[in-house]
């Protein structure tokens, strides 16, 4: 089943996006399932669940965070993630740099921008992109690879349309000025299972697409991440 799914959504991505099969809360063996499937991009939600499941995958998987950053948790994946995806003040930018310093890395994160009608979102406003410009340049241990964000949870395509258009206008700006002659800066993260369709009309390269491959997410299961014989 799950095989299938990733076969039918990948069907549907163009050459210039990529899938992230967002596996939070799912076993070690339906994650197997995708990587037998040929899936090599995992998205995980939550530090101590993505420490927990990243020796029992292998090697040639590729980690992407996806969840909210909290500092003291960095040290739980940042010797070996790809990816941070919600970097979302400057404070967490600075959090990432000094953990990866620490393990001699450079960690490529994604700016997370507020683009969601919903409050309890997180990410950067345009006013603060002055901020941004002071501390950009001196971090020798991130390497900001684009940005990321999530439309508001509704029914009203027209609005989830309006506000992916908005954080591929914001990406198209940093990137014509703060990031000019940086070709790093080239990744758009937006798009889940139920919008992921608009999201790559309006310039997605990432969707994030978790329960249309591994179905419903049951956050009781989320410490049991593989049987014992997978042990």
């Not at 002055?130 to 509704?154: E, K, N, S």
Request: hydrophobic share 40%; charged share 25%; net charge negative.
């Amino acid at each position: 089943m799950i095989k299938e799914q990733i076969e039918q959504i990948t069907r549907t991505l163009p050459p210039s996006v990529r899938l992230i099969a967002v596996s939070k809360t799912k076993p070690v063996e339906m994650l197997r399932e995708a990587y037998d499937a040929g899936q090599r991009l995992f998205g995980e939600n939550y530090a101590t669940e993505l420490r927990d499941k990243q020796p029992l995958m292998p090697d040639d998987v590729q980690w992407h965070f996806i969840g909210h950053l909290q500092p003291k948790q960095l040290k739980y994946y940042i010797s070996f993630v790809s990816m941070i995806h919600g970097v979302d003040s400057v404070e967490h930018l600075l959090a990432v740099e000094h953990a990866a310093a620490k393990v001699d890395r450079v960690v490529d994160v994604l700016l997370q921008f507020h683009v969601a009608q919903e409050s309890t979102k997180f990410g950067f406003t345009i006013d603060e992109l002055p901020q941004l410009q002071q501390v950009t340049l001196p971090l020798p241990h991130v390497r900001i690879c684009g940005v990321m964000g999530m439309a508001t949870q509704t029914d009203d395509k027209d609005q989830v349309r309006g506000e992916f258009r908005r954080l591929k206008e914001i990406f198209d700006q940093l990137k014509s000025s703060l990031f000019a002659g940086r070709p790093e800066f080239c990744e758009l993260s937006m798009g889940m299972s139920g919008d992921y369709p608009i999201a790559i009309h309006e310039g997605a390269t990432l969707v994030r697409i978790g329960s249309s491959i591994f179905g419903a997410r049951d956050y009781s299961k989320k410490k049991e991440l593989t049987s014992p014989e997978i042990q």
